[in-house]
């Protein structure tokens, strides 16, 4: 039996709970708010909420200074590129960890969760000499490369977490009626782990997409993605406001979207299945 | 059962993971430890190619005698700490209300979640300037409405703004994790001691936080990871002055701007060992929860 709460008791709660809401959000509201004023209007005082005169402007001007598709195209290919990646080298890994589990499969485990703990900054030079060598500098394969062995840990983990899920008799019964390893992974395993794939895929393309450390430090002109985009902004310069903001929008729109969908698969994945 | 053939598979299977796992952290590791025992300046022409000279524990003695190591430690402890106790003291406060039946929930977590998914320089930037600027942020209107003095929050406030930021920032995380335990509270409990008369902070003591002490935890290691390396929001917000310089940034700074690699490398040494002390209590945790 639930407990019983009175209506007042309900109204309170929403009303609190949805101030609480509006004032975490709002920065981003704000945001995308000026994004469709103009400059002056974007620092008037009192600040203005709805009487202004909405205008695209600002969108027109960020495009015209740098070229929003080329970044946006980066980050889509440095993104999925290294989630698509690391989930193929993700699938057999976890498959064997979750249904041929051995003496060492938690060390593994352990051990590969351990490497995401590796302090960026730490090995910020030798990666960059190992980047020179190859003639990676500022190319969108190095950064793909990297992101997906920095997201590769999160990646098995989440792919066991769900794999372990599945029932291992179907896998049985499959083998028992003489199915190849093949077969099993691809007709019998693969469908059922789809769901639990694509929340993998989803939550992994959301952290590369804002990862903020190499995608800085080793891109340049070429294969610099969003997170550089943005970056460009961080100099002051004159009335920029308006343009900030719909830099701002441009960057973090895709992504909003895709993270809404995601917000139970996070709490799964970000904590290696121990909260669920 | 697994036979002797599907294990040799298996292990087969693992290899690429592991092999690329292994590879991306022993190579930049032995370089890094490599390199910390040299002297490597390569604006003044020293090379790999050339050969490094042998410098023993110099660097990491003159790391930790630097004017500017116990600040950054100092800064690194202040900004974990803080935004620590900031997102658990309003995590676990926003997941009761969030747990409380009410109208429009799911628009509610939704809201209370954004945050999490905009991207570290953008939250940066936009707090810089929409909300921080001293003369035109909305913080700046707000204080001159109330008839206050604006505050120049990145240069008198730097570090406490930093927090307030990264904060904001991982709020939506706490929050999450807390609330999906919350959810998974047994409500009978609280129900037998509220007709008990237990009072509400009775309840919370004994009942609601005992059964979060383990979602505290993993939100306290998981988030302390990500919180030691904070790196774009210091960047694009003060770039390290105003006593905003972290271990992190030091090393950084170290290794990028005065190009003086083997002194960054010693300490990125540290920083590596500071990590791994944290990560072994994470790795006793998840483990444990492995067995289960």
């Known amino acids: 039996m639930s407990r019983t709460v009175t209506k007042q008791r309900k109204m309170i709660t929403t009303a609190a709970a949805w101030t609480i809401g509006l004032i975490i959000f709002f920065p981003i509201y704000w945001t995308i708010l000026t994004s469709f004023k103009t400059e002056a209007q974007a620092i008037n005082d009192p600040p203005l909420f709805f009487a202004f005169d909405w205008t695209l402007e600002n969108y027109a001007l960020v495009q015209e200074r740098s070229d929003y598709m080329k970044f946006l195209w980066n980050s889509v290919i440095i993104a999925g590129g290294s989630t698509i990646l690391g989930i193929l080298v993700a699938i057999p890994a976890a498959w064997s960890m979750a249904f041929v589990p051995s003496k060492r499969t938690k060390d593994v485990l352990l051990w590969m969760l351990s490497t995401k703990m590796l302090p960026a900054v730490g090995v910020l030079y030798p990666i960059s000499l190992i980047f020179v060598q190859f003639d990676l500098l500022d190319t969108r394969g190095g950064l793909v490369v990297v992101l997906m062995l920095i997201n590769l840990p999160i990646i098995v983990w989440m792919l066991y977490t769900y794999f372990k899920e599945i029932p291992g008799e179907i896998l049985e019964a499959a083998r028992m009626d003489g199915a190849t390893l093949k077969e099993e992974i691809l007709y019998v395993l693969t469908p059922m782990a789809i769901p639990g794939i694509a929340s993998t895929i989803l939550l992994n393309f959301i952290l590369a997409w804002n990862e903020a450390f190499w995608t800085l430090n080793l891109t340049a002109a070429n294969a610099a993605p969003l997170t550089a985009f943005i970056a460009s902004y961080s100099s002051p310069e004159g009335l920029f406001f308006a343009k900030l903001s719909a830099a701002s929008t441009m960057a973090i729109t895709p992504i909003l979207i895709l993270g809404w969908f995601s917000q139970k698969q996070l709490v799964r994945g970000l904590t290696f299945g121990a909260v669920k | ?292």
């Open chain 2, 1 to 292: 059962m697994a036979t002797k053939a599907s294990r040799s598979a298996a292990r087969f299977m693992m290899a690429p993971a592991v092999v690329l796992l292994l590879g991306w952290m022993l190579v930049p590791l032995i370089m890094t430890l490599w390199f910390s025992f040299t002297k490597y300046l390569p604006l003044r022409g020293d090379s790999i190619d050339r050969g490094l000279d042998w410098v023993g524990f110099a660097n990491y003695s003159r790391f930790l005698s630097s004017s500017s190591f116990w600040p950054s430690v100092q800064t690194t402890l202040v900004m974990v700490g803080g935004v620590l106790l900031i997102t658990l003291v309003l995590g676990i406060l926003l997941a009761i209300l969030l747990d409380q039946p009410m109208w429009g929930q799911g628009v509610v977590r939704i809201l209370v979640i954004a945050p999490f998914f905009v991207m570290p320089t953008v939250s940066a930037l936009v707090w810089k300037n929409m909300l921080m600027d001293p003369v035109n942020g909305i913080f700046a209107h707000l204080w001159r409405f109330f008839g206050a003095e604006p505050v120049a929050w990145l240069q008198d406030a730097s570090l406490s703004s930093i927090i307030m930021i990264v904060s904001w920032q991982w709020l939506p995380f706490a929050t999450l994790i807390l609330l999906t335990a919350i959810q998974s509270l047994d409500s009978e409990q609280l129900e037998a001691a509220e007709m008990d008369g237990a009072p509400v902070l009775k309840r919370f003591w004994f009942i609601v936080l005992p059964h979060l002490a383990r979602a505290i935890t993993i939100v306290v290691l998981i988030q302390t990871i990500f919180l030691l390396s904070i790196f774009a929001e210091i960047f694009v917000t003060t770039g390290g002055a105003f006593g905003t310089r972290t271990l992190t940034y030091l090393i950084f700074q170290r290794v990028i701007d005065s190009q003086n690699i083997g002194l960054g490398s010693a300490g990125g040494v540290y920083a590596i060992i500071l990590a791994n002390i944290v990560a072994i209590f994470l790795m006793r945790i998840v483990g444990k929860n492995l067995d289960a």
